[in-house]
């Protein structure tokens, strides 16, 4: 049962990340090509960009659910500070996405323990990964 409802949870997910994609793929390559030009890959390295990303996603309801949340805003700085051009809506899926891997992974082993510690393993995955890119960078 929790093997099915995963893999329907995740199919949901990928036709909402590819939905989104197709829909808005003008303004994504737009966006990528703006960025591409202003930053100039030669000369001092800037600790300001041009661009400023005040949305936190581009889909309107995600952006009303997660605007004005403080742990939103402190993700946008951890992910800046790990050089990653994600957004915190972004990072969120991702996370939702890792912790599904690790139901999925739990659903298969019989033991307990074991399985509790994948879930916990899948939904804590990218934050250690997020902490590693940030190490990495400074």
């Known amino acids: 049962m ?5 893999a329907v949870f995740l199919a949901v997910m990928a036709l909402v990340v590819g939905g989104y994609v197709l829909v808005n793929r003008d303004s994504l390559e737009a966006a990528d090509t703006a960025r591409a030009r202003l930053r100039a890959p030669e000369g001092p390295i800037r600790n300001w960009s041009l661009l400023k990303d005040d949305k936190i996603s581009d889909v309107p309801f995600i ?20 050089g990653l051009e994600l957004r915190p809506a972004t990072f ?5 996405t890792s912790a599904a891997v690790g ?36």
Do not use: C, H, Y
């Not at 969120?92 to 939702?96: D, H, Y």
């Open 2 to 6: 929790i093997l099915v409802l995963t």
């Open 63 to 82: 952006n009303r659910l997660l605007s004005g949340r403080n742990w939103v805003e402190s993700l946008g700085v951890r992910l800046e500070r790990a």
């Open 92 to 96: 969120s899926m991702l996370m939702a």
């Open 103 to 138: 139901l999925l992974i739990a659903a298969k082993v019989t033991d307990f323990l074991a399985s509790i510690v994948f879930i916990v393993l899948g939904f804590v995955a990218p934050f250690i990964w997020l902490r590693w890119k940030q190490k990495r960078r400074l």
